[in-house]
């Protein structure tokens, strides 16, 4: 099942912070955040692994309640390029396949 | 280094055609995986192969079939195609010996559009 993402959409200004949520219904091995320029690739953000494991980026952070299988990434200072699409993805086992199940995003502009 | 090619970048098909789409992982990796992504939507996984047989599949019908070459790199084949299959079709490599949740590599994707 696709996990939920919120909000749909998010507008800030350079130097403001920003929260964007993922929330699953399963219980969840780990949760991988992606983002997506108009017209690129998704781009690898963050890793969270179950056991509190955690690998990314220099400048983004996140947190994974395993508890209640949500995430959370935490954009801050946030600049111009930080403006893409967000897609947080999520596994529900640890195979070696990476078999990701992906929310429908976070459309996040950053104006100046 | 070269990263994930995908081709053709863009292609019209009409109902009821075929399609092949091609990938090449990243130089190193040996795992390739398919996602469809539709307009304003997350990517959909499809299925990964690697030692060239399909390992894993998504909620995906037969009429989508895939194929890896000893080389790594992988086609999809879609069969019989519908309007709805309109979307954006992502390749994706990683190494299956990462030892960990590892991150996949993704291509720019083939968008394809039937009419």
């Known amino acids: 099942q696709q996990p939920v993402q919120s909000p749909q959409a998010v507008i800030l200004r350079e130097g403001e912070d920003a929260v964007i949520n993922c929330s699953s219904s399963k219980a969840l091995y780990s949760v991988h955040w992606y983002r997506q320029k108009h017209g690129e690739a998704p781009v690898f953000l963050m890793i969270l692994l179950k056991g509190g494991e955690q690998k990314g980026h220099e400048k983004i952070s996140a947190s994974f309640n395993e508890k209640k299988q949500q995430s959370s990434l935490y954009l801050t200072a946030s600049q111009l390029s930080y403006s893409g699409t967000y897609f947080c993805?999520?596994?529900?086992?640890?195979?070696?396949?990476?078999?990701?199940?992906f929310g429908s995003g976070t459309q996040l502009t950053v104006l100046p | 280094d070269a990263g994930v090619t995908q081709s053709p970048t863009h292609l019209i098909k009409t109902r009821g055609q075929q399609v092949t789409l091609r990938c090449s992982p990243k130089s190193g990796h040996d795992t390739v995986s398919w996602y469809q992504q539709a307009l304003g939507q997350g990517p959909q996984f499809i299925f990964q192969y690697y030692e060239e047989e399909e390992r894993q599949r998504g909620n995906f019908p037969d009429r989508f079939s895939g194929h890896q070459f000893p080389n790594y790199s992988s086609e999809l084949n879609v069969n019989a195609l519908l309007l709805g299959d309109s979307a954006l079709y992502l390749c994706?490599?990683?190494?299956?010996?990462?030892?960990?949740?590892?991150?996949?590599?993704f291509g720019e994707g083939s968008r394809l559009t039937v009419l």
């Open positions: 993805g999520t596994e529900i086992s640890s195979g070696s396949a990476r078999q990701l199940t």
């Open positions: 994706a490599s990683s190494h299956r010996t990462s030892g960990y949740t590892g991150e996949l590599f």
